[in-house]
């Protein structure tokens, strides 16, 4: 069955102190894997996509990376501004265009 | 419109009743797509459409729940007899061509959803 697993379910983080966020997924054919940031009450916010093992995706101060089992989201010297849940999803061949989404990561950013 | 619109936001309706949920996609882009996401968990997906037909249904719980996007645009997400399980975050989203061939995708771009109670 294809599955999408994010760990861990929340992060707790002292402002400026680096982390990596993880998500695994186990598909058949992927096509992409995407990252969303979701603020309470609002929908995702694209962040980014990324297609192949080896792959890097920057953005302030988030990074993403893929292997072929899992994708890691960075977080260097975070802000309490970057406080959010950080959904990971994957497209594959055979699912049309749907996502499947992983649960997320609740992460807070303390001053 | 500059983003995904959704309305209303919060609906709040008793067991057993009728509702309807609006999605207004972002201009020029052909396909939607909507989810529900329960406390706690992320997006689940219902159903896309590529213009005005329902490419992927899978998703749909149960013959309770039917969409519709008649003229390509607005799309309406319909419960009938609605239950307490049926109590979530309802989202849609869009994207350009929704169709895309290799190794390239297209972003899918999502409002900030309905609120649905049933009480």
């Known amino acids: 069955e294809d599955q999408v697993t994010q760990s861990p379910e929340a992060l707790r983080l002292q402002e400026g102190e680096s982390s990596s966020l993880n998500c695994s997924y186990t598909?058949?054919?992927?096509?992409?894997l995407f990252w969303y940031r979701q603020d309470p009450g609002k929908g995702p916010e694209f962040l980014f996509t990324?297609?192949?093992a080896g792959e890097e995706k920057e953005k302030e101060r988030l990074k993403a990376t893929l292997t072929k089992k899992e994708s890691f989201l960075h977080i260097t010297a975070p802000k309490p501004e970057d406080s959010a849940t950080y959904l990971c999803?994957?497209?594959?061949?055979?699912?049309?265009?749907?996502?499947?989404f992983g649960a997320g990561t609740r992460l807070a950013v303390h001053p | 419109g500059a983003g995904v619109s959704q309305t209303p936001s919060n609906k709040v309706t008793e067991k057993g009743k009728y509702v309807e949920l609006r999605c207004d996609p972002i201009?020029?882009?052909?396909?939607l797509y909507w989810y529900r996401q329960s406390l706690g968990q992320g997006p689940e997906f219902l159903i896309y459409?590529?213009?005005?037909?329902?490419?992927?249904d899978s998703g749909l719980p149960n013959d309770r729940f039917f969409a519709v996007r008649p003229e390509g645009s607005v799309s309406t997400l319909k419960i009938q007899r609605t239950e307490r399980g049926d109590s979530a975050v309802y989202l849609c989203?869009?994207?350009?061509?929704?169709?895309?061939?290799?190794?390239?995708?297209?972003?899918?771009?999502f409002g900030p959803g309905t609120r649905l109670t049933v009480l």
């Open positions: 459409f590529q213009g005005t037909g329902a490419a992927d």
């Open positions: 990324l297609y192949s």
């Open positions: 989203a869009s994207s350009l061509k929704g169709k895309t061939s290799g190794s390239s995708t297209d972003t899918q771009y």
């Open positions: 598909v058949s054919g992927l096509r992409g």
């Open positions: 999803a994957v497209q594959f061949s055979g699912g049309y265009n749907k996502l499947i």
């Open positions: 201009s020029g882009h052909t396909a």
